[in-house]
């Protein structure tokens, strides 16, 4: 009794397989849906966070940020408690003043934010987050000008002239043609010359969308709201290790004079680090839910497989009768389980990676080796799970009854 090679049964499986090609797409068809969106989401959450990452890179390590409210809970995450969600906490410039006071060698920056339209050639941009900051903003936040425009003087800062920098999408939306650079803009019925454009910086998570701001000296925006309270003051220290002394001398200022919940002290990291845990929290429950479609993918082959055995009696208990060993024809059955998972695999890392490229632009989007390790992997376990069964009915025929089988 000859016992035949791995090779021949691979041989044996192909052909097998080959003979109906729609059904064995058809069969696939679950592993490939649940693959691609395995690798769909996992691409997207990798992506978003690069992105994220390279947001605050541009911040740099040296940025520390004071905010109303209690951002943060006691493990690092965000705070979800009710008090946080009513802010009812503004700094005032003497907490400006103090602050400089304390750190004569960073730079502490003020902002004040007002909501606003901004007017231009009877079009208007609605919901613009109009920051009111200083001269030095614009370098230490990163926030670079298209060629031709400018950031505001300390002069201007002084005399609050009234000049703006307009977000990349407010200044495509009201200067649909031409440069905007010198042109007047309508803010609350006041003239403003436009004097610069901000580089497209892309969607902000945790704040506003910086393509969707315009800036100006801080006394215009006080002027506009009847009051000088501040909204966030930014401070840059000289490198990153000044970063955790100033955050605990910021606190030790400010507890002076505010409750501990009535404000937050923090750096770019730790918010990155927040961020990126909800993002890989969401990117593990969505992966998920994705991979249940492997599970149901699982399932069809071993029906399906299930339903050939049935087709294949006569021809398992011929093979069987001239010889065949139980465990040939149990590895066989295997491998056609594992060849069609794995089959589905590829197809839906394939439409995985297109996919990954058409979403990547417009959202970033990022495919990684170990998302396609992982996802082809589970994919051929899948197969082998899920056609132990019909395998094991198929090498455990009797050949006398498999032949009489109609």
Not at 23 to 48: A, K, P
Not at 129 to 137: C, H
Not at 185 to 214: H, L, T, W, Y
């Amino acid at each position: 009794m000859l016992k035949p090679s791995i090779q021949d049964l691979f041989r044996s499986s192909f052909r097998s397989i080959l003979k109906n090609k729609s059904r064995t797409i058809l069969t696939s068809l679950g592993i490939i849906i649940g693959v691609t969106s395995v690798i769909l989401l996992t691409s997207i959450g990798n992506g978003l966070k690069v992105y994220i990452s390279s947001q605050f890179e541009a911040l740099g390590a040296n940025s520390v940020f004071i905010a109303p409210g209690k951002i943060f809970n006691d493990k690092g995450g965000f705070n979800n408690s009710a008090s946080s969600r009513f802010i009812t906490t503004s700094f005032s410039l003497t907490d400006l003043n103090t602050i400089k006071r304390n750190f004569r060698n960073c730079t502490v920056i003020p902002i004040a934010i007002s909501s606003v339209e901004v007017k231009a050639n009877k079009i208007t941009k609605s919901d613009v987050a109009l920051a009111g900051t200083n001269y030095q903003f614009s370098e230490a936040a990163n926030r670079k000008i298209l060629d031709g425009g400018r950031w505001f003087t300390k002069e201007e800062d002084d005399k609050k002239s009234d000049v703006v920098v307009l977000g990349y999408n407010v200044a495509n939306t009201v200067f649909v043609k031409g440069n905007p650079i010198g042109k007047k803009v309508i803010i609350k019925g006041k003239n403003f010359r436009v004097i610069g454009v901000v580089e497209k910086q892309g969607g902000s998570m945790g704040g506003p969308d910086p393509d969707n701001q315009a800036y100006t000296p801080i006394g215009n925006v006080f002027n506009l709201n009847g009051n000088q309270n501040l909204a966030e003051i930014f401070i840059k220290t000289p490198d990153k290790d000044s970063v955790a002394e100033t955050k605990t001398k910021v606190n030790k200022l400010l507890l002076k004079k505010y409750d501990k919940d009535a404000f937050s002290v923090f750096d770019s990291s730790q918010l990155l680090d927040s961020i990126n845990s909800i993002i890989s929290m969401l990117t593990i429950g969505l992966t998920g839910i994705a991979a249940i479609s492997l599970i149901v993918g699982g399932i069809g082959i071993m029906n399906i497989m299930l339903v050939s055995v049935t087709e294949r009696t006569k021809e398992i208990g011929l093979r069987k009768a001239i010889g065949a060993y139980p465990r040939a024809i149990l590895v066989q059955f295997l491998i056609e389980a594992v060849i069609l998972s794995c089959l589905g695999g590829a197809i839906g890392i394939l439409l995985g990676a297109l996919g990954t490229f058409g979403i990547s632009q417009f959202f970033p989007a990022k495919i990684t080796t170990s998302s396609v390790l992982i996802a082809f992997s589970v994919s051929s376990a899948v197969g082998i799970i899920f056609g132990v069964t019909p395998a094991r009915k198929a090498s455990k025929l009797s050949p006398i009854e498999a032949l009489r089988y109609e």
